[in-house]
């Protein structure tokens, strides 16, 4: 399998996601980025992220999205994104299952086709 973005992971098996963390201000960004989000300085370097965080909030798209990345009408499933805590960075992630705010989840491959994934969280649970 490869991923969608590989520049979105440090490795795939286990799945890791890469941020970058500036070497200035230390402001964490993900996905990983040349400039510094907090001080636009270039002294980035790439990091590993936790793969364990907690749903910061969420909600569901109801609706398939439009041109360019639409799906076929019979396609198109509702589906949870939101935005996961992993301490130094907020993620912007799919969120596979059932969640709360609060609730710790886990990375996960998700498969986007037959031959290509991309990452979402997954509830942990006790």
Known sequence: ???VDEALFVQLDPPVLAGSA???CEVVAFPPAARCPGCAGTAVSRRALPTRGSVWTWTTQE???KP???VPLSGFEPF?????DL???LAEARIVGVVAIGDEV????????DTEVTFAFEKVER
């Open 1 to 3: 399998m490869l991923a």
């Open 22 to 24: 500036c070497d200035d």
């Open 63 to 65: 609706f398939a999205p």
């Open 68 to 70: 360019p990345f639409e």
């Open 80 to 84: 949870v994104v939101g935005y996961v």
């Open 87 to 89: 301490g130094s960075v």
């Open 106 to 113: 886990e990375l996960r491959l998700l498969p986007v086709s």
